[in-house]
């Protein structure tokens, strides 16, 4: 757990008694999902109630169908291949209504996304907003960084990232060369378009 990055979240929760976004942004592989899962289960049990949860930006992956229908397969994880216009709907709700708003994850096993998967009842007084593209000020993405209270961008060099995103490559089932084959013309350029988005960051975390 980031030390730094738990005693923000706790002063987020001091400063404001309604509903704070903080969006966690960062290329793949620098372990954004990581750091918002622990942030949440640190402050829920801080809490002794669920007052934390977590959305992720895989959620908003386009199937495989739709990314197939548009030639986009080999360039799943760009930022064309996500639903944008759903996440901004999304966010909206949470920020607008008080009931209970469900959200989607994605699925390593089914290699989709799982629609309805997330409960964030009107206890939760954070929600925690991880993907690599919520700081991208272009086309459809370009109101998500409105909608979210603070957003931090979470640093790490390049070629830790490329190692670990190979590792989750061949967890998945591809080879070595594969593998390697898909950093260099999907999981690298991708890295670049987030790390040029790191100026619109309210924090930089280590």
């Given amino acids: ?23 966690i942004a960062g290329p793949p592989g620098s372990g954004k999902s990581t750091l918002a899962a622990e942030l949440a289960a640190a402050l829920n049990c801080e809490a002794r109630q669920e007052i934390a949860a977590v959305v992720a930006l895989d959620g908003f992956h386009l199937p495989n169908a739709e990314l197939d229908r548009r030639g986009l ?19 909206t709700r949470l920020r607008r209504s008080s009931r209970t708003v469900l959200a989607p994850i994605y699925s390593r096993e089914l290699h989709e996304p799982v629609s309805h998967a997330v409960r964030i009842g009107p206890a939760i007084r954070l929600i925690i907003v991880e993907g ?43 080879s070595a060369e594969l593998a390697a084959e898909k950093i260099e013309t999907n999981d690298r350029p991708n890295y670049e378009i987030v790390a040029a988005t790191r100026p ?3 924090r930089v975390i280590e």
């Fill in 132 to 174: 690599n593209y919520l700081l991208l000020d272009q086309g459809p993405w370009s109101p998500v960084r409105a909608l979210l209270d603070e957003t931090w961008y979470l640093q790490m060099p390049c070629e830790v990232c490329m190692a670990r995103v190979r590792d989750r490559h061949i967890r998945g089932g591809c």
């Fill in 1 to 23: 757990m980031n030390s730094r990055a738990q005693k923000l979240a706790r002063e987020l929760l001091a400063r404001s008694s309604a509903r704070f976004l903080l969006g």
């Fill in 73 to 91: 397969r080999p360039r799943k994880g760009a930022p064309e291949t996500f639903d944008a216009p759903g996440l901004v709907t999304l966010l």
């Fill in 200 to 202: 619109r960051a309210s």
